[in-house]
Nanobody, 124 residues
């Protein structure tokens, strides 16, 4: 059974930083992404990375502040380094993996497996 386990969320003041991690034992995801969902809002794309880390893509709202990376040394771990956090970044952050191909990494529907999420709260 494929599992994606997120960690690293928490409460931080505006301007602060957090690093989220997503660990999975499955090493054959073509792409892995981070999405977020705030209360009353739709799930939105944050960032994604290919299996070999050659390509990354970011939502405009986080570009320049967030960095996605991965480490495949043992299990596959995908990180989301979040800097200059704003109250608008408050949401539950989800890790996702897709096995079909790097075609529409911004679309939640492209992903086959999802984690349970980790809460990020940014206070003003």
């Amino acid at each position: 059974q494929v599992q994606l386990v997120e960690s690293g969320g928490g409460l931080v003041q505006a301007g602060g930083s957090l690093r989220l991690s997503c660990t999975t034992s499955k090493r054959t995801f073509i792409g892995m992404g981070w999405f977020r969902q705030a209360p009353g809002k739709a799930r939105e794309f944050v960032a994604a990375i290919t299996w070999n880390a050659e390509e990354t893509v970011y939502a405009d709202s986080v570009n320049g502040r967030f960095t996605i990376s991965r480490n495949d040394a043992k299990n596959t771990t995908v990180y989301l380094e979040m800097n200059s956090l704003k109250p608008d970044d408050t949401a539950r952050y989800y890790c996702a993996g897709e096995i079909s191909g790097w075609r529409t990494p911004l679309a939640a529907s492209a992903y086959d497996y999802w984690g349970q999420g980790t809460q990020v709260t940014v206070s003003s």
